[in-house]
Every structure is written in C-alpha cells, then in structure tokens.
C-alpha cells in the first residue's frame, strides 16, 4: 500500500510533538472508556483549504472534483471585476502578523457566498481577501500536527454564520433554532456578561454534565478571552456569576484559569475529565488581531502543558479546531438539508426528521434587525464551510486523515460517547449526517502501524482512516423518454448528504439528499428543451457520479457498480437492439483501459482491482457522443487506506497577481 512522501518541513518536530508521540496510550479496555480527560481548543475563524489546502494527502485544492458552477467549477471565483483562484497570501498578509481589520463573517455574507450551494459568490460575499492561503511553511506548528497526528478533512463548523452562533453549537449543540429560548442566535448577540433576566435560557451541556457528576472547567480570563465563552450569554451562568461564591457554574465557567492553573492542574494529575480552553485574543488566531503563528505557539504551550505528565498524556484526547471560517474560502460543498423552494422543482429530499434545520422563528434578539434580511427566512442553517480539526492523542498518532464528515455537535458526541451524558439539543438531522470523532482515534490498536518508526519520529506516509460509508447511485430513463431518474442507497451505517447538481441549470441551487443509514432514496429530472440530462453527484470522502445522455440515446445503455469482497465489478447494460461498443477508462492515473462491445439486450461485467483502494471511471460510447458516464470513490472496505492518489502531491499556491 503506497502513500505520499512526507514533506522536508516535517523532519525537525517540535518537542511538545515528539514528547507527545513518544508517550503510548494506556489501554485498559480497549475502548473509549480508556479517555480519561478531554480538553477541547477551539480557536477563530479559519477555514480549512486556507490552512490546510495544500498539505499533500487531504482534499484541498488538489481535489480532482470540484464542484460546477456556471464560469467553470468551485476553485475559480468571480466578481467586483475580479476572477481568481486561490492565492498564496504570503507577503501580502504574513503568517506571523494579524491582516488587521474585520473582514466579511456573519449570517448574511456567510449565506451569500453559500449561495444555497452554488458556491459561486466567494468574491462578492466575502471580498478578495478570502481566497487567500497558506502553505506548510508559514503553519509550521499546525502543519507538524497534522503531519504527526489525526487530521479530519470533513469537519465543518455548524452554522453559515459567525462566531457565537458556531461556539453554541460546540457548548449546547444547538442555536435554538425555534426561538424557545432567547434564540434563535444568528450572530453575536449575547457573547458577554449581561442582565440575569436577559440572554439565553435554554440548557448547555456543562450543566448536563455537572447533574451527571462529571468533573469540567473552562480555562480562560474572564479578562481577555475576545468574547468567546458562549456561556457568558445564558441567564442561569449570569445569575450564578452576579451571586458570586463559588456556584458550580460561575467556579467552573465564568472564572479566571489561566495556562498556569492547566499547569498545576495538570502536574498534579487533576485535570479534570474535560476541559475548555478560551484563548487570550492575541493568540486566538482571528484574523483582526491574531496570526496563525501566535496561534499555533499557543496550542503548542498547550500540548506541552499536557505533556509533561506522562500518566495524564496516556489518558487524553485534545481537540484543536476553530469555530467558523471568516471570510476565509472552503470549496468543498457544505452537507446541509434540502433546498426549499416554490414548488416548481425539487430541492431534495430527507429521510431524516429536519426539524430545527430551517430559519423559521421570528423571534429572537435579531429579529427586526438587518441581521436577520428578510431573503434569508427559511434557509438551512447549516453546516457551514470545513474549519481544520486536529485530533491528537496518543490514540491518534502516525499522520492519518480522516474524511468522515463532522460538525462542532461531534465533540459533544464524543462526550456522550464516553460519559454516557446525552444532549437532546442535537437534531436528528445532524446525529444521522454528522459523526462522534470516534473514528478519528484507535482505542483497540488494531491498526496496522508496521510502517511507524520506533520512538515516535517522523511518519514516512499519510493514511487515511476507516469510515462508515457504502454509497450507491444508479440511473434510468423513464419509460415516457421524458425524464431521467436517480437512485440513491445507503447500506452503510452512517448517513450521508448528496449534492446533485443540473450541469444544464447551473443557475439552480443544487438539490440535496440525506439518506440516513439503511435508507433509499429517488428522484428525477425532466430533460431539458434539448432533451438532454446532465447530472453531477458530490458525496463524503471523494465519492462522485456523473450522467449525462438524452433522448437520442433512450436510455438505451447503463453503467453499474456491483460491490464485491475486492475490488470492483462495473456492469455495463445494454438495453437496445443493436450491439454497442463501451469504452471505459480509469482516470486516477494507473493507465487502466478496456473496451467491452456488449451485445444487442445484453450485459457485461469487468473487474477492476482498482488504484490503492480508490476508483475513477469514465464510460463512453463512440457512437453515442451524448451518452457518458464517471464513477469515482474510495472502495467501501471499512478498512484503513490511504488517500486518493491524486491528492499526494499537494498544492503549490501561486501569488496574488491582480489580474485574472
């Protein structure tokens, strides 16, 4: 099984790094009761192609299938006269300064540049600012994590908004979204100490976990944490801090814990069994007044700190990850629920419960106010665009990459995974599509880590986790010849998001599906005035179809993966009266070609062993050059892997030209 080489930056580790490499998990059971203590970093405003868009290995620039849009595809970006793709933002904006200025984060912007999924007004939404990167070599600390631990490339923040609305999510796992509760939170309102009789009244998970008698704190100062304690906005934290003493909420959440009490803490083996760090704002890594090397010297004081105490090190598992993306750009297609629209076409369909997914309330401490247009009533709240998440821990070391998709309720999932603390707040919607991280570490040890050196240096190749997805998608002409229809099957145990995309109406927001785990879904699409289809699927982890034909090939001929133990099986139809000629081709690089003539009502089935474990296939028909076909993916084997082949080499970012 090959892998990407590790990049020249990865050869000199920090010593926080190697400490932590070095120190083995304490497996007890086996299992996630063996986390002892959690503690979660959640830094500001970073997307994860911004950082990590390069990084050979993961799904950033490199993706060979960005989604269309109607000036070409997702990674190029037009307005306010400008078109561009990514841009390397060093010298303009250095790693080691902050840009200096509030640049476009909020419900309304965030929304706009979504575009309900389009995808396609980055430039206007956000300004040109947003299409900035970095490259490894201006993110040594964060890069060096990813390199030596688990880097998630599906994490997405909650919400297509900013920063309080994102931390509610990671604290209570909800928004309220139905405006029960002082909510629902669409942008900053009550990110700080106020009136007890004023803010938020509805339940947090701290306070779930204090009834159940798990030990927690937030470590911050309440002096200089740039707002970013949710809590301070809830009425009960408000009265507990306006009563003083030592009330479990005030002692816990609302008080001064500084990096020197995690210390202490931590060198007295009584850390507590999950922990919140609140960074000061000049290491909190937001664009206005951080940077990501203050940032990223942050979190290394913080591992560091962890450890020194070998017999805590053992037992932990520490969360880095960033509450939403500022204006910073993400091309991956966020999961979100069905469009709604009016009637005249489909936006998807669920077979999920959505309820509490859709901006319905009109309450709320918005409501009224131009944070709250009008034009955005009704739309998904989210997910949002993909913030980086690093998950290390002795149970997650030797550079691996996972692409299950998550969202700030996974941390929570996690927790209730381990303690048994469950947080009704959660939808439905988000427990079927977003996972609990549990696959992001390996409590049995059954991983193969034959290739990691000894002691814990340098990782020679990034891998990619197992994951829970066994996707299907199969097309059929209707029998009136006037629409094309698609069906979606889920055998796998996790739900996923599908985005669908006209590639004859690019003007259309794609629709989307969620099929929960075991489900079945199906839909069509009248074809065009041409009559012609032209379909374009997206799932998780690189999984990807494409239809395209029409009348004139009747539906004549179809293309078919069958699963199999190994490899896979493509099934090519023919339905007609007159045997057909099918060209099939893999595109992943590993040259493999065939030609099948497939006889008049006739089937055949080619095997294909597929390139390290992924799929990328094209089928053609000469004498139908209307009629196409690409199936690409990972090979459901619920094994580790590596990434996509294409994606080994990583991205070079080019600099900022001014022009097109």
Request: aromatic share 8%; glycine share 12%.
């Amino acid at each position: 099984m090959k892998a990407e080489p590790r990049s020249p930056h990865f050869q000199d580790l920090p010593d926080a790094i190697k400490r932590a490499l070095a120190i083995e998990p304490d497996r007890r059971s086996g299992t996630i009761r063996d986390v002892d203590h959690v503690v979660i970093l959640m830094q500001e405003n970073r997307s994860f192609d911004h950082y990590f868009g390069t990084l050979p290995g993961v799904r950033g620039f490199a993706d060979p299938h960005p989604a269309p849009t109607p000036g070409g595809d997702v990674l190029t970006q037009s307005g306010d006269g400008i078109r561009t793709g990514p841009y390397a933002l060093q010298p303009e904006h250095r790693s080691d300064t902050p840009v200096g200025y509030i640049t476009p984060h909020t419900w309304d912007d965030a929304q706009r540049a979504w575009n309900d999924g389009r995808m396609d007004q980055w430039l206007p939404a956000k300004g040109r600012l947003g299409m900035g990167a970095y490259g490894p070599a201006e993110l040594p600390f964060q890069t060096a994590l990813a390199d030596a631990f688990t880097l998630c490339e599906a994490y997405h923040c909650s919400m297509q908004a900013g920063t309080n609305p994102n931390r509610l999510f990671l604290w209570t796992g909800a928004n309220d979204p139905r405006g029960e509760a002082g909510g629902p939170a669409l942008v900053n309102t009550h990110d700080r100490l106020g009136p007890a009789a004023e803010g938020y009244a509805w339940t947090t998970y701290p306070e779930r976990l204090q009834q159940a008698g798990v030990d927690w704190r937030i470590y911050q100062d309440m002096a200089d944490n740039f707002n970013d304690n949710p809590l301070a906005g809830f009425r009960q934290y408000r009265a507990a801090h306006a009563a003083g003493g030592d009330a479990p909420l005030r002692e816990r959440g609302l008080s001064t814990r500084t990096l020197q009490d995690l210390e202490r803490d931590v060198a007295a083996g009584s850390l507590p069994q999950v922990s919140w760090i609140i960074a000061p704002a000049a290491d909190s890594e937001h664009p206005e007044v951080s940077s990501p090397r203050a940032g990223g010297a942050y979190t290394e004081r913080v591992l560091d700190i962890l450890t020194r105490n070998p017999a805590v090190w053992s037992r932990c598992v520490f969360f880095v990850t960033y509450d939403e993306n500022d204006c910073f750009y993400d091309h991956v297609p966020p999961p979100a629920p069905p469009a709604r629209n009016d009637g005249a076409q489909s936006g998807g369909l669920s077979t999920v419960e959505l309820d509490g997914e859709y901006h319905d309330a009109r309450t709320g401490p918005s409501a009224g106010t131009p944070d709250d247009p009008a034009a955005l009533h009704g739309r998904a709240f989210g997910m949002g665009p993909r913030v980086p998440m690093l998950v290390v821990s002795p149970w997650s070391r030797g550079g691996w990459v996972n692409a299950q998709v998550f969202d700030h309720t996974s941390v929570i999932r996690f927790l209730e995974a381990r303690h048994g603390v469950m947080e009704p707040n959660i939808s439905a919607w988000r427990r079927a599509v977003a996972g609990d991280l549990t696959s992001a570490l390996d409590f049995s040890g059954e991983r193969d880590h034959s290739d990691e050196p000894p002691g814990g240096h340098a990782i020679q190749t990034r891998r990619s986790c197992a994951l829970p997805y066994a996707l299907e998608t199969v097309g059929r002409m209707t029998a009136d010849g006037e629409s094309y229809r698609l069906t979606f099957r889920n055998p796998g145990s996790a739900g996923a998001v599908l985005h669908v995309y006209d590639r004859l109406d690019l003007a259309a927001p794609p629709r989307r599906y969620t099929l929960g785990a075991g489900a079945r879904l199906d839909d069509g699409w009248r074809l065009s005035a041409r009559g012609d289809y032209g379909l374009w699927l997206l799932g998780p982890d690189g999984f990807h179809r494409e239809f395209r034909g029409g009348a004139r090939d009747g539906g004549l001929l179809e293309a078919q993966l069958v699963p199999v133990s190994a490899g896979l099986r493509l099934r090519l139809i023919n339905h007609g009266e007159a045997h057909q000629p099918m060209k099939v081709e893999s595109r992943i690089g590993d040259g493999w070609r065939a030609v099948a003539h497939v006889e008049a009502g006739g089937a055949i089935e080619l095997k294909y062993a597929g390139c390290e474990g992924w799929y990328d296939l094209e089928i053609t028909v000469p004498d139908m050059p209307s009629f196409g076909r690409r199936l690409a993916g990972r090979i459901a084997s619920g094994k580790p892997g590596v990434p996509d082949p294409r994606l080994r080499r990583g991205w070079t970012l080019a600099p900022w030209t001014g022009r097109d």
